[in-house]
C-alpha cells in the first residue's frame, strides 16, 4: 500500500471520504495531535484502528465529530453544565464522556455503556470531518507505546505502507491530547488532564472533580 501526505483540496476529502466509506483508516491533523481515524458506524473499519496501531482492545476510543453534527443521536443525555461547556470549549482541545445511545460500534467503547465525543478545532479536521458527516473514532495517529505525533512526518514513520493518507494540516500547536471529562454525573469530572485545565472547566460548569486512581 502507498501512503500518501496530502493538504486539503476538494479532491483530496473526496478521496478521504472514499476510503473512509469502504471501512479504510485516515490520519488527520488536529490541534492537538494527528489522529487515526475510522469510521465509528463500522466493526469492521473500528477494530482496524485497534490492529494497525496495535491498541489494546479494552482501551476505548474517542468519536470525533464536526462541529454542526448533531451528537443528540449519540448521546443518551446531556446534564446543563456539558451543554454550558461545549458552548464555552469546543471546537476544540475538551473530550467529553456521555451515556451512550449505543449507535456506534460496539468496540469503540469497549463495551462500556459511554460515549467520548470530541469536536476539534483544527480547520484540516474540521473539513475532513464534514466531508465525511460522520463520527469519526480516532486514538492518536502513532503505534501504541510511542510518542504521539504533531507532525505528518511522525504518523507516516509509524504508518508507511499500512494506511493510505495522512491528512497534513501542519505541526499540531498542542502536542498533548485533550482533556477528557466524564460528563455522566451531578457534577464534572477530569478523567485525563489535558490542555483545558479543572479551573477553567469550573469556573463554567461551577464545580469540577478529578478522577483518583
Known amino acids: 500500500m502507498n501512503t500518501s501526505i496530502l493538504r486539503v483540496s476538494g479532491e483530496v476529502l473526496s478521496r478521504a471520504k472514499e476510503l473512509i466509506a469502504a471501512g479504510e483508516v485516515v490520519a488527520f491533523h488536529t490541534e492537538t495531535v494527528y489522529g487515526l481515524g475510522a469510521n465509528a458506524l463500522c466493526d469492521e473499519a473500528v477494530l482496524k484502528i485497534f490492529s494497525v496501531k496495535g491498541r489494546p482492545a479494552d482501551n476505548p ?38 451515556p451512550s445511545t449505543k449507535k456506534v460500534s460496539k468496540y469503540v467503547s469497549c463495551g462500556l455503556n459511554t460515549l467520548a465525543i470530541r469536536v476539534p478545532s483544527s480547520p484540516t479536521a474540521q473539513a475532513f470531518l464534514e466531508a465525511t458527516d460522520l463520527p469519526i473514532a480516532a486514538p492518536s495517529a502513532n503505534l501504541s507505546k510511542h510518542v504521539s505525533p504533531v507532525t505528518a512526518r511522525h504518523v507516516y514513520d ?41 479551573e477553567q472547566i469550573a469556573a463554567v460548569a461551577g464545580d469540577c472533580g478529578v478522577y483518583a486512581m
Open 61 to 98: 476510543l474517542i468519536v470525533h465529530v464536526h462541529k454542526n453534527y448533531d451528537i443528540t443521536s449519540l448521546i443518551d443525555c446531556e446534564p446543563p453544565y456539558a451543554k454550558l461547556l461545549r458552548e464555552a470549549f469546543l471546537p476544540g482541545p475538551l473530550t467529553m464522556v456521555y
Open 158 to 198: 509509524d504508518f508507511n505502507g499500512v494506511i493510505p493518507l495522512i491528512l497534513d494540516g501542519g505541526a499540531s500547536s498542542g502536542g498533548i491530547e485533550s482533556t477528557v471529562l466524564d460528563c455522566t454525573g451531578e457534577i464534572p469530572v477530569i478523567l485525563r488532564e489535558g490542555l483545558i485545565t479543572r
